[in-house]
């Protein structure tokens, strides 16, 4: 584990944000599993159009398309790599046009199917996390014995991304922790487990 070097440059990267579990959530429902080398990206909307267009259904209602290639589409009939041949915006939601999708009544088959992009296409700077690598992540606190709770959410409210944080304790609400470096210890999103600093007045939010 290391800390990182930038007192508060730590942040979600926005290409992968809409595998946040976000309080604001606009429709889309996350899997039960994500394939192993894939990140969620949200699910097939309804039609656009009658060549097989979509509006993409994601939890931060993003409207801007990183540039993705290829998704893998996940639905009852199985998982199948698409390529990407159009994303547009329209009535202020992002649509998306398919190669092998070509038809309306495709479109409707598809309904609520499953969207992934692969973990090698997102890039990232430096100081910058996956939503995914957060989530379920084991919370220790610094002084403190033992697990303190997991990550369940990760959100952004403008000013900071902060961490929501589900505490072992049988009857604690979650709790939101500002995810900056000053907090945020240490991380090791391949062991997924962190050390946050001993803030009782986050951490003990709530706590009667």
């Known amino acids: 584990m290391s800390r ?16 946040t579990h976000s309080r604001s959530n606009h429709g889309a429902v996350p899997p039960a ?3 192993e080398g894939w990140l969620w990206l949200g699910q097939v909307g309804r039609p656009h159009g009658v060549r097989g ?7 931060d209602n993003r409207v801007e398309w990183p540039g993705y290639a290829s998704l893998l589409l996940q639905s009852k009939q199985g998982e199948q790599q698409l390529r990407v041949t159009n994303s ?18 495709s479109v409707e ?12 296409l997102v890039k990232r700077e430096a100081e910058e ?19 303190y709770g997991h990550v369940i959410a990760v ?17 604690r609400e979650s709790i939101l922790f500002p995810f900056t470096a000053s907090f945020v210890l240490n991380l090791d999103e391949e062991a997924k ?8 007045a986050f951490l003990d939010e709530h706590k009667e």
């Open 155 to 171: 959100h952004d409210f403008g000013a900071q991304e902060n961490l929501e944080i589900q505490p072992l304790e049988a009857g």
């Open 53 to 59: 267009g979509f509006f993409l259904k994601t939890e």
């Open 109 to 120: 088959a598809l309904y609520n199917a499953h969207l992934f992009v692969a973990r090698s």
């Open 193 to 200: 487990v962190m050390t946050v600093k001993d803030e009782p």
């Open 33 to 35: 599993k994500v394939p």
């Open 88 to 105: 547009f915006v329209s009535g202020g939601k992002l649509a998306l046009q398919l190669a092998e999708i070509n038809s309306r009544e």
């Open 4 to 19: 990182p070097t930038d007192t508060d440059k730590m942040k979600t990267n926005p290409q992968e944000r809409a595998s």
């Open 129 to 147: 996390y996956l939503v995914a690598d957060l989530i379920g992540c084991a919370v220790h606190v610094e002084g403190r014995a033992g697990v």
